[in-house]
């Protein structure tokens, strides 16, 4: 296992912080960093709040996405949805905008004997895990839901598993940062991370050097991209291409108020009256045209499910990059070259797992710890040096 290196500030000042990535992981940790009194700017190749946060669907489900084998990243997910209320309410206090976070609750429904058969394998895996999910019975769906089909047969019920509007949120994470007193540089492509005896020392735009004390990498899908580091440090991230579309719900009346998984896809009800439809999974590279398979496979899902879409006009449509680690799990912590914090691979967990990394990224930087947390999910549990072949649990970090 590679030692973690310190992060320790070198003087009682704040250290400056240069983040690569404005989307909500990399804006989160500015502000927290900002809110404490560092210098921080953050560079990002396009608008800040685009790419995987603007595409995304704002889900909070730590419990009814909780699969099989996916035990190990159940105390991170869980531990970020208990801060999300908390963590919405200072946002929105420091940014004076809502980020319209939701507690309907989510189901996951059952249109077919054997759907309802797989569902309630999935309800007693995630019951004995202790996960606060309910099973309901197909009158009681349609009794919380009246336009799905009446062919709904049960469903898996989460009163925790709630949404926020991405889109709001990135907008307000935008705001509290400036206010802050960070600096936001967007439309700017970071050529490499400085690196000098082994340590960041900023990064380069172009052939210009921006020094900084620390580094924090959070770019997404395009983090495995940014030159200037030993492979070591290099984070195996890839894009996962995801289409989702949304159609315009009449003003009048909602379709929906729970956020609902079908067999097929999601529906994802805004209080604007929008619907999102999502979203496919594909290994695509960086290939962003819509196709109309992925198209119409969101689309045939959502009808399945919710008849009453016919009628609705489509508002839009769009395909993003998830950060998809080797193990779909995120990429967190201290890494081979020192003073470079990495917070990406967070893959469909993007928007959940946003305050806690937030919270732990801004941990380490400040004061050297690693959160108890983050460190399963370091960087070294992919290299050779790991003595076990399960995730490297990390050391704390030295002074």
């Not at 580091?229 to 890839?238: E, G, N, S, T």
């Not at 930087?365 to 003595?387: H, K, Y």
Request: charged content about 20%; aromatic content about 4%; overall charge negative.
């Amino acid at each position: 296992m590679i030692d973690a290196p310190s992060l320790r500030p070198q003087s009682v000042s704040r250290p400056s912080v240069a983040v690569i990535g404005a989307g909500t992981i990399g804006l989160s940790i500015a502000w927290r960093l900002a809110a404490a009194g560092c210098r921080v700017e953050v560079f990002d190749r396009g608008p800040a709040g685009r790419g995987a946060t603007h595409a995304a669907g704002g889900m909070l489900a730590a419990c009814v996405e909780t699969e099989p084998g996916e035990q190990p990243l159940l105390p991170l997910t869980r531990a970020s949805q208990a801060l999300w209320p908390s963590f919405a309410a200072e946002l929105e206090e420091a940014s004076g905008l809502s980020v319209d976070l939701r507690g309907e609750g989510t189901m996951v429904i059952a249109t077919t004997i054997d759907d309802l058969a797989k569902l309630r394998v999935l309800h007693r895996f995630q019951s004995g895990l202790g996960l606060p999910v309910e099973w309901l019975e197909g009158a009681e769906v349609r009794r919380r839901e009246p336009y799905l089909q009446p062919g709904v047969s049960g469903a898996l019920y989460c009163r925790e598993d709630h949404q926020v509007d991405n889109r709001k949120l990135a907008a307000a994470l935008q705001r509290a940062v400036l206010a802050a007193g960070a600096i936001v540089h967007e439309s700017v492509e970071v050529s490499a991370v400085a690196v000098e005896k082994g340590r960041a020392v900023g990064l380069r735009i172009g052939d210009r050097l921006v020094a900084a004390d620390r580094v924090v990498l959070a770019a997404g899908a395009w983090s495995g991209r940014i030159e200037g580091l030993p492979p070591a440090a290099r984070p195996p991230v890839r894009p996962v291409k995801g289409q989702m579309l949304c159609l315009r719900m009449d003003p009048r009346f909602a379709l929906l108020s729970h956020v609902v998984w079908t067999p097929g896809t999601y529906l994802i009800p805004r209080l604007d009256g929008r619907l999102l439809i999502g979203a496919t999974t594909e290994e695509r590279g960086f290939d962003d045209r819509l196709t109309a398979g992925g198209q119409y496979a969101l689309l045939e899902g959502a009808y399945r499910a919710l008849p009453g879409i016919a009628e609705l006009p489509i508002e839009e449509s769009w395909a993003g990059f998830r950060p998809g680690s080797r193990d779909d799990a995120p990429i967190l912590g201290a890494c081979a070259v020192d003073g470079l914090v990495l917070a990406t691979g967070h893959h469909r967990n993007g928007i959940l797992l946003t305050p806690v990394t937030a919270d732990a990224v801004a941990r380490l930087v400040l004061t050297g710890e690693t959160d108890p947390l983050i460190r399963p999910f370091a960087i070294d549990r992919f290299t050779a040096e790991r003595s076990t072949g399960e995730h490297a649990q990390g050391t704390e970090l030295p002074a």
